[in-house]
């Protein structure tokens, strides 16, 4: 777990949605700009890019004015966890199939959460995933990635 | 006579046997996720909406729209009994409905939670019923040029309810209209910003990308203290309120009815602001404020009925202007479009069925959340004592399943990631999160309506002023961002007297 003062915190996001707002005005320079009468695809993202530069700067600067607050404490295990689970599913839904790497996500944090042992979290995850599969794909109707089973 | 004939067409609508069986399936579930923290109206809504695909447009609303007033039912519950409020709108209904509970009247506070929110929801459909077309016709008129007067005045009021400051605001609206760049240009077709990625090309998903902000970001707070819950569980008998307790809430119900009638037009956060406001009012009015606090009755009364009186007309900017207020009013939105319906001033002319038997489904739904939320308050309340790390990853996927089910793409389960790291993350360091994704939905509009009212105009300015209904929304941008700035430099000058001292 990391704790960064409310200030750091705040500047980062601060020049995290300067460097945005500069990324999209930089990415106007291919696109057409048009005239003002009728413009062009660049016209808006280069005025919302430098809108949003000038909002963050006016955000990094009011911060600077302030002595450094209080500490935020920011994630743990858990919540770091959640979106590295979270792409590697991604990575294996398609390739393994709806069943197994649902099976294998409700697992992973079956066993990260609970105090359950190794053959329960995996019995639980299975039958958890055999059952989303039915309840989503059978009653709800969406298209879920299937395997040669289900 | 026009309404209560159309009313009646509605009736028709929303009770065929298949419509009354989704809106049952709406408040059902909005009641379960109102119950469950980490999920919400807009969690509720994005999961069922891959299944409203094969529906038509008016059941599909019909369902949807249940779960959002659902939702609102649903909150109350955990708030009374276990002072965990299930969604934003419920905190206020924590601080006299669990002391109410701890003091054994849990069954008094539910009821009237619940016959507040009945009144209320009621009311507020009566609102829906009336206003709505009067502004539709009214709306009629307006041209690309008012139409974005009108998005950027919903912008700026957004930024200044927000929960936190304008400062903090405004870049996220900012974000939230860079993002809605991305994609096809609608005039052109040329494609920005998508890094040749074709799946890119409707724009960034609005499902994952509200999944990711609330649903996930929730979850991950939660995950921040995993703790087991005590749960009060009231009897049928302990339901049975006292005549004094009906007679105590009548007076907050009406007045916070009003409250939330009002706030509902509000873009942003109204229904947790009117909770608020209404709190303050009964204490204000009272004559034993230093009870509010210690389990008083209207304390819980009225903020309910503000909660729930502010879904109605929350609805009214979406079906009438186009224009959702709240996150939530944003999915129900894309559910029209997915069907095909353009949602503004046309849509009671053109898709009478949909306006109707929505408004006819409401009177329907509400009665049906009493005679849920009552007799089964025990059985919802039961699904609290699950552990969190059960129900975390059951959330996950049950999310995981409504994004995927929308574009069949694992990319969405991505942005699902990265926009809950985001969420949580600007959560933390208190930005508010409703003005980001609201000003996604309205980004593609405001863009629009300002190239064709320019392109109309041969690039004059005046055609964003000739109008009165255009002078009228200018000088409303103009007011609040005096208001902000004299705001801003009053909260600048005391923090630094503050800090100097």
Redesign the interface.
């Known amino acids: 777990m990391i704790a960064p003062t409310?200030r750091t915190?705040?500047m980062v996001?601060?020049g995290a949605?300067f460097c945005?707002?500069l990324i999209?005005v930089v990415?106007t320079v291919d696109?057409?700009r048009g005239?003002?009468?009728?413009?062009?695809?660049g016209?808006?993202?280069v005025v919302?890019?430098l809108?949003?530069c000038g909002?963050?700067l006016?955000?990094g600067g009011?911060i600077l004015?302030?002595?450094a607050a209080k500490r935020?404490?920011?994630g743990?295990t858990?919540?770091w966890s959640?979106?590295?689970a979270?792409?590697a599913?991604?990575?294996l839904?398609?390739r393994l199939g709806f069943v197994p790497s649902?099976a294998l996500?409700?697992g992973f944090?079956?066993r990260l959460?609970?105090d359950l042992k190794w053959v329960t979290c995996v019995v639980a995850a299975v039958a958890?995933a055999i059952g989303?599969y039915l309840f989503?794909s059978y009653l709800?109707?969406?298209?879920?990635p299937s395997t040669r089973w289900l | 006579m026009d309404t209560i004939q159309s009313l009646t067409q509605g009736m028709l609508v929303a009770l065929s046997p298949l419509n009354l069986l989704y809106c049952f399936i709406g408040v059902l579930w909005g009641t379960l996720v109102g119950i469950l923290p980490g999920i919400g109206p807009l969690g509720g809504i994005a999961l069922?909406l891959?299944?409203t695909f094969?529906m038509s447009a008016a059941s599909a609303i019909i369902m949807l729209a249940g779960i959002f007033y659902g939702a609102m039912y649903g909150g109350s519950t955990t708030s009374i009994l276990l002072n965990i409020p299930g969604e934003a709108a419920s905190i206020v209904t924590c601080i006299d409905g669990h002391q109410m509970a701890r003091k054994g009247r849990a069954g008094p506070a539910l009821v009237v939670a619940a016959l507040g929110s009945f009144v209320a929801g009621t009311i507020s459909v009566m609102a829906l019923m009336l206003f709505a077309p009067l502004l539709a016709k009214a709306m009629l008129k307006i041209g690309p040029g008012e139409e974005f007067s009108l998005i950027l005045l919903a912008l700026l009021v957004l930024s200044f309810v927000s929960r936190s400051p304008v400062?903090?605001t405004?870049?996220m609206i900012?974000?939230g209209?860079?993002i809605a760049?991305i994609g096809m240009?609608p005039?052109?077709g040329?494609m920005?910003?998508t890094m040749g990625y074709t799946g890119f090309a409707e724009g960034l998903g609005f499902v994952p990308m509200a999944i990711g902000l609330f649903g996930?970001s929730e979850?991950?707070m939660n995950?921040?203290h995993?703790t087991s819950v005590q749960v009060i569980k009231p009897t049928l008998r302990m339901l049975i309120p006292r005549w004094k307790d009906l007679r105590d809430s009548a007076t907050p119900v009406a007045r916070g009815t009003l409250i939330g009638l009002l706030f509902g037009f509000v873009p942003g956060i109204s229904h947790v602001v009117s909770t608020f406001i209404s709190y303050a009012v009964e204490k204000k009015i009272s004559g034993h404020p230093e009870e509010f606090g210690t389990g008083r009755i209207e304390g819980v009364a009225g903020p309910e009925a503000a909660n729930n009186a502010t879904t109605g007309t929350s609805l009214v900017p979406l079906l009438v202007l186009g224009i959702p207020a709240i996150p939530a009013t944003a999915l129900l939105m894309t559910a029209l479009l997915v069907h095909g319906v353009n949602p503004g001033p046309q849509l009671i002319q053109n898709h009478p069925d949909i306006f109707w038997g929505l408004i006819a489904s409401m009177y329907v739904g509400n009665i049906m959340l009493v005679i849920l939320n009552l007799p089964l308050v025990g059985l919802f309340v039961n699904l609290l004592r699950i552990?969190?790390?059960?129900l975390?990853?059951?959330i996950?996927?049950?999310s995981?399943?409504?994004v995927?089910?929308v574009n069949?793409s694992?990319?969405d389960?991505?942005l699902?990631?990265?926009f809950?790291?985001i969420g949580?993350?600007?959560r933390?360091?208190?930005?508010d999160l409703s003005p980001l994704i609201l000003a996604v939905v309205l980004g593609d509009r405001m863009?629009l309506s300002?190239?064709r009212a320019?392109?109309i105009?041969?690039?004059r300015l005046w055609i964003f002023v000739k109008s009165s209904f255009s002078q009228i929304f200018l000088a409303a941008v103009v007011i609040i961002i005096v208001l902000q700035a004299t705001a801003w430099y009053l909260g600048?000058r005391i923090?630094?007297q503050q800090?100097a001292g």
Request: hydrophobic share 55%; proline share 7%.
């Open positions: 409310q915190g705040d996001i601060a949605l945005i707002g999209w990415g696109m057409p005239e003002f009468s009728i413009p062009g695809p016209f808006f993202p919302l890019g809108a949003l909002a963050s006016a955000l009011s004015m302030f002595r935020v404490s920011i743990n858990y919540i959640t979106p590295i979270l792409i599913l991604a990575i839904f398609e649902i996500f409700i944090f079956l959460l609970s958890a989303a989503f709800l109707g969406v298209s879920l | 069922l891959p299944m094969k400062l903090k405004l870049p900012l974000l209209l860079v760049t240009d005039f052109t040329y920005r910003y996930v979850i991950l995950l921040e995993i552990r969190y790390a059960y975390a990853p059951a996950l996927v049950i995981i399943c409504g995927y089910g069949a694992p990319v389960i991505v699902v990631a990265a809950g790291v949580y993350l600007l933390k360091f208190g930005f863009e300002f190239r320019l392109a105009s041969e690039g600048f923090r630094s800090e």
